[in-house]
């Protein structure tokens, strides 16, 4: 079992940049593909990014490709999300997901998620 500790959210302006750190708790965190995940109120969840086990494969929803970049330090047991040139769009409730045998976008997929970190993008 793994537990997720999100941080990094905050208030920022349009063009600016956010990375949000998720720290995982165990022994075994490379053995966890992991990923994020948003809402925004009113809105479905919405995949983001992804990471595989060892950190050689991402996958990002196509709204944040070029401008987010998910990494992961299995030393650390820590995956960031480097979000660069936010929009408005991009605020939400941000969660880190992990999952032993599940690598992709689909939330159905993620046994474990973090609590959530406020992202809000200022006009």
């Known amino acids: 079992q793994v537990q997720l500790v999100e941080s990094g959210g905050g208030l920022v302006q349009a063009g600016g940049s956010l990375r949000l750190s998720c720290a995982a708790s165990?022994?075994?965190?490379?053995?966890?593909?992991m990923g994020w995940f948003r809402q925004a109120p009113g809105k479905e969840r919405e995949f983001v990014a992804a990471?595989?086990?060892?950190?050689?494969?991402?996958y990002y929803a196509d709204s944040v490709k070029g401008r987010f970049t998910i990494s992961r330090d299995n030393a650390k047991n820590t995956v960031y999300l480097q979000m660069n040139s936010l929009k408005p769009e991009d605020t939400a409730v941000y969660y880190c997901?992990?999952?032993?045998?599940?690598?992709?976008?689909?939330?159905?997929?993620?046994?474990?998620w973090g609590q959530g970190t406020q992202v809000t993008v200022s006009s």
């Open positions: 997901v992990a999952d032993r045998g599940y690598y992709g976008n689909s939330f159905k997929g993620y046994e474990y």
């Open positions: 990471i595989s086990w060892s950190g050689g494969s991402t």
């Open positions: 165990g022994r075994t965190f490379s053995s966890y593909a």
